[in-house]
């Protein structure tokens, strides 16, 4: 089954960019859905952005579109969140997520199978 270690987060100002990794092992990720998720003190642990295997495209919150981009690097086996133009409700553990499915990338965390440990950003005001 395939391991998944997020990285990059930190503390940032508003209106800043970071870039978060999900490097994965015991598995290819060119093969897996990966999607990003993200839990605020206090809240739900909510959608980001998901990037389907192949052809079948990418999917992001609404709250994100605009700002946050996600991509893959097959060669790397690493999943890519760029994060733009940051604001103070960014703050959250982010998650990366993968499940082996074909087709349009969810954005229901149930639906995923393999999680990692989570990365925090801050961003401040």
């Known amino acids: 089954q395939v391991q998944l270690v997020e990285s990059g987060g930190g503390l940032v100002q508003a209106g800043g960019s970071l870039r978060l990794s999900c490097a994965a092992s015991?598995?290819?990720?060119?093969?897996?859905?990966i999607g990003w998720f993200r839990r605020a003190p206090g809240k739900e642990r909510a959608f980001v952005a998901a990037?389907?295997?192949?052809?079948?495209?990418?999917n992001y919150a609404d709250s994100v579109k605009g700002r946050f981009t996600i991509s893959r690097d097959n060669a790397k086996n690493t999943v890519y969140l760029q994060m733009n133009s940051l604001k103070p409700e960014d703050t959250a553990v982010y998650y990366c997520?993968?499940?082996?499915?074909?087709?349009?990338?969810?954005?229901?965390?149930?639906?995923?199978?393999?999680w990692g440990q989570g990365t925090q950003v801050t961003v401040s005001s």
């Open positions: 997520a993968a499940r082996l499915f074909l087709g349009r990338p969810s954005d229901n965390d149930n639906e995923y199978n393999y």
């Open positions: 015991g598995g290819a990720v060119s093969r897996y859905t």
């Open positions: 990037v389907g295997w192949s052809s079948f495209g990418t």
